[in-house]
């Protein structure tokens, strides 16, 4: 059982909370966001301040009497190893503790290697990271990973069920991803599904920030969806968010690997793209005999390119995958009237077609009033979002009240890493 917070460390987590998401501010600012009392904010300050989490910093414009000096968060008082996890690749990086990306690496190497390459792989590149950039692995306090499935948070496992029997994710079912990490590096582990992580952090620190509902979709060689609402953002059971496997309004029901017939990723992955594009006679790089992870994004690049020279056979493509997505998206934009769509991907990045027809489709099909205050755009951090809410997500699980009961009087949290990881699950 984990134990119970103080009302100390209550009041830490709520100071901690504000200035992680706010920024530097003054401590009269911290009084009003939180409600505690000028003398408990002073107190827990200063307590802060001695433990190296929060330091002071500019003086901040007066609203009468002497100029009042900002405290904000000591960001690189630790650093936090996150990865992100797509079909091919995998992007490792280190942080700091407001996600600011210090060092990354990107390895030809993803979930279609299975798991036991995937984590030995982010493992010894969080090693290799710590070492290049002259840090010890004592600086390193959590870690935050983003895989490529539904994701069971209170164990760490990919969610059980067979769900890739057949599939390039083959090995990856109930698969105990934070266990195999902690026990490789000795710190606490968070895992979540890796689009789950790039809404939480275009949320946090991208276009969505202060936004309460938001739908976030990666198209690529599989299609995913985050959600925000009301300002949070939401699992379900595992697999909330999963908008690649609703089917589209009106095409064929082809069969996905989901068990699901017309999944909208039998339309618009990559694979089906391409395969449509080379159809229509767009000319494309010859698909390599054992491609590689750059062969899909090479020809991805020239399907766009082809779009936007006007190629008649790769704009038809291309507004097909917008006008299938827009159609799904529709439905998901009646039922939950986000104020944000945000759109992800190299096909959205580095072209406009996608997103116009994307736009179209659910302008023209969702209901109205559930599109009037709408706005559908490109995702401006695009795969660093992931890395971003890799790490807010392991800064989350530190600095909750319970998990700061365990490890806050001891500087670091390096003791008990499993108590630790059942305190933050109780703060959630």
């Known amino acids: 059982m984990s134990p119970l917070p103080t009302s100390r460390e209550v009041s830490h987590a709520a100071l901690l909370q504000v200035l992680r998401q706010v920024g530097p501010t003054t401590r009269a600012e911290l009084e009003r ?22 330091s002071e910093g500019e003086l901040a414009r007066s609203t009468g009497g002497r100029m009042p000096r900002t405290v904000g968060l000591q960001a690189d008082r630790g650093l936090l190893g996150v990865a992100q996890m797509n079909l091919h690749q995998t992007t490792v990086a280190l942080t700091e503790l407001d996600g600011t990306v210090l060092v990354r690496e990107q390895l030809a190497l993803g979930a279609a290697a299975g798991p036991e390459a995937v984590c030995d792989g982010i493992a010894t590149t969080l090693r290799g990271l710590l070492e290049s ?15 490529l499935a539904p994701v069971d948070r209170d164990l760490g496992h990919v969610a059980p069920g067979h769900l890739f029997e057949g599939t390039a994710l083959a090995g990856w079912d109930g698969y105990p991803v934070r266990q195999r990490l902690a026990d490789a590096l000795e710190r606490p582990v968070w895992v979540d599904n ?18 309460d509902d938001v739908v976030l979709v990666k198209l690529g060689p599989s299609i995913g969806g985050g959600l925000v609402l009301g300002g949070r953002l939401q699992h379900g059971a595992a697999a909330a968010g999963e908008i690649g496997h609703l089917a589209v309004p009106g095409e064929e029901p082809r069969p996905c690997w989901c068990g699901g017939r017309g999944c909208l990723s039998t ?24 491609p590689q992870p750059a ?115 001891d500087g670091a949290p390096h003791r008990d890493r499993a108590a630790l990881q059942a305190a933050a699950a109780a703060d959630r």
């Open 33 to 54: 966001t939180t409600g505690l009392g000028r003398k408990i904010v002073s107190e827990r300050v200063q307590e802060l301040m001695a433990l190296g989490l929060v």
């Open 194 to 211: 890796e689009v789950n992580l790039m809404a939480l952090g275009e949320l946090r620190s991208g276009q969505a920030r202060g936004v």
């Open 133 to 147: 950039s002259g840090q010890t692995s004592e600086r390193l306090w959590a870690v935050g990973v983003g895989v």
């Open 295 to 409: 062969d899909d994004e090479d020809a991805v690049r020239a399907l766009v390119a082809a779009a936007a020279d006007g190629h008649p056979g790769a704009v038809r493509v291309l507004t097909r995958a917008g006008e299938r997505t827009g159609a799904v998206l529709a439905g998901v934009v009646t039922l939950l009237n986000p104020a944000l769509v945000l759109l992800s991907g190299t096909l959205v990045a580095e072209g406009d077609v996608v997103v116009d027809a994307d736009r179209a489709a659910v302008d023209a099909r969702a209901m109205r009033v559930a599109t009037e205050s709408l706005s559908l755009t490109v995702s401006p951090l695009s795969d660093t979002a992931g890395l971003v809410g890799a790490a807010a997500m392991a800064a989350d699980g530190l600095f909750g009240p319970r998990a700061l009961a365990v490890w806050l009087d």
């Open 267 to 290: 339309f618009a992955s990559t694979a089906a793209l391409l395969d449509e594009a080379r159809a229509e006679g767009v000319p494309l790089p010859a698909p390599a005999q054992d």
